[in-house]
Every structure is written in C-alpha cells, then in structure tokens.
C-alpha cells in the first residue's frame, strides 16, 4: 500500500500499474468498503494505470472526526483528490458511496477529470429507515440485511459473500453507519446538468439497492451521460460480474478519452 500526507492525515491506497499507457483511474469504495473492492480492476492496468483509495477510516486510511453528511462527504472527496494528485489520475470510478464523492468532486471542486465512471449510484442515495436503524442498534442485523439476495450481491460465490461481510466488520459500526447516513443526506438530482464531463452509470441488472432507473436517470441528465447494465449482477457488478464491467469501462474509454 502507498499512502499521502495532507490535512494531518495519512490516506491509503492500493496502486498497480502494468505498463498502460491509458489515462490513470482512481477508485473509490462504498460504504464500509475498502481497497480491494477493486481487486479485479487489477486487470485493466496493463491498459490503465489503477490507484483504489482507502477513505478516511477504512482499510489502512486514519479516521477523521467529522459528523455524518456534507462533512463527511467533503472529507472523502478531500482524501480522494490527494491520492488524484499523487498519481496523476485522469479517471474517476466510483461505487455508491464512491460515486457520490465523485460527483461532489465534479460539483464542487476545481478538479476535472477526463472521464467518470459509477456504479451502484444515484443522483440522491436515500436509505431505508429499518437499515438506518439497524446499522446504529443491530450491526449484524444490518450487514445480513445488505447480503440478502438481489442487494450487494445477486448470486455470488460463498466467498465472495463471506469476503464482503468481513470488510463491514473490519470496518466497523460507527464508520459504516457514517457512510450510510452521509449516503442519506446525499442528493444531486436538480445539479446534474452542471456535470460536464463523460460519465458511464454502469448497474447490474438485479441491484435493489440503487435500481437500474437510478442509473438511468443520471445518464439521462448528465449531458454526456451513458448507462450500461449488466446481467446477472446486483449493487457490486464490478466483483460480481468483474469481466462483464471491465469490458464497458474500456468501451467507454476507448471512446471518450
């Protein structure tokens, strides 16, 4: 792992470069998520040079002490943008949570990428009010709850599965609830015309959690929007289906960059 310096804080991240000679992509987790949620993007990086960025109290990353919401967000999107300047990224590739970073980083910051890509997003990322409550009284409740069929996961291998409920338990409770509940507040719906660069929302077909309409609705309101749907895939295509979704971000690359 590589880290940065800034803001009194050190921010990890995993990087992996294979001799592309494409623009750099920066990968940001979901919530409770970390680094290696991007483990099988490693094979574009023999196209595309790969940094994933562990946020600010997941993985190997220092915490921050910031409420759930906008502060959260601001400091995501500030962990982000450091590991962007130390690599050089081009690219911006964002899964839920990761994918309202970006687009705080498109809205409101002076950073512009080539090109974004999200999955698993939405303009707003409202929650359920039975999740929200588990996550801050029924942790374990919560995590079952999320790896039922059709929510993180369609049909996933068991290790797979068991892999994911154990990055939430790594994480823990307090920061997963804080990425949840910055999740809530999220909402960009009337701000999406503002986004001027190419973005792909990239859904699997099954995903519950952010259904494919989601995505839809910000290809249809970015104005260099484009969507892609994958089979046999829920929230995490890019585990789940990962050659499925490595094949559409390098379609989409290929095109826009």
Wanted: with cysteine; hydrophobic share 40%.
């Amino acid at each position: 792992m590589d880290t940065v310096s800034h803001r009194n804080r050190e921010t990890a991240y995993d990087w992996v470069d294979q001799g592309g000679n494409g623009p750099t992509l920066c990968c940001i987790h979901g919530s409770g998520g970390r680094h290696d949620v991007w483990s099988f993007q490693h094979r574009l990086a023999d196209r595309y040079p790969l940094a994933a960025v562990d946020l600010s109290g997941h993985g190997d990353s220092d915490d921050i002490d910031a409420s759930a919401g906008y502060s959260t967000l601001s400091a995501y999107a500030d962990d982000t943008l450091a590991v962007v300047e130390d690599t050089d990224a081009d690219v911006l590739v964002g899964s839920t949570l990761g994918g309202a970073v970006a687009m705080h980083i498109l809205l409101e910051r002076s950073y512009s990428p080539d090109a974004v890509v999200l999955t698993g997003a939405g303009a707003r990322l409202g929650v359920l009010e039975d999740l929200l409550a588990w996550l801050a009284n029924d942790f374990e409740r919560a995590v079952e709850f999320l790896h039922g069929e059709d929510r993180l996961f369609h049909q996933p291998a068991p290790e797979l599965q068991a892999d994911s409920k154990d990055r939430f338990y790594e994480c823990g409770q307090a920061v997963t609830n804080r990425d949840f509940r910055t999740c809530h507040t999220f909402d960009v719906r009337d701000q999406l015309e503002e986004i001027e660069v190419p973005v792909l929302a990239v859904c699997g077909e099954y995903d519950q959690l952010t259904p494919p309409w989601f995505h839809e609705f910000l290809a249809d309101e970015i104005p260099a929007g484009e969507y892609a749907e994958l089979e046999d895939a829920a929230h995490l295509p890019m585990l789940e289906q990962p050659g499925a979704f490595n094949d559409a971000v390098v379609d989409f690359l290929e095109r826009v960059c």
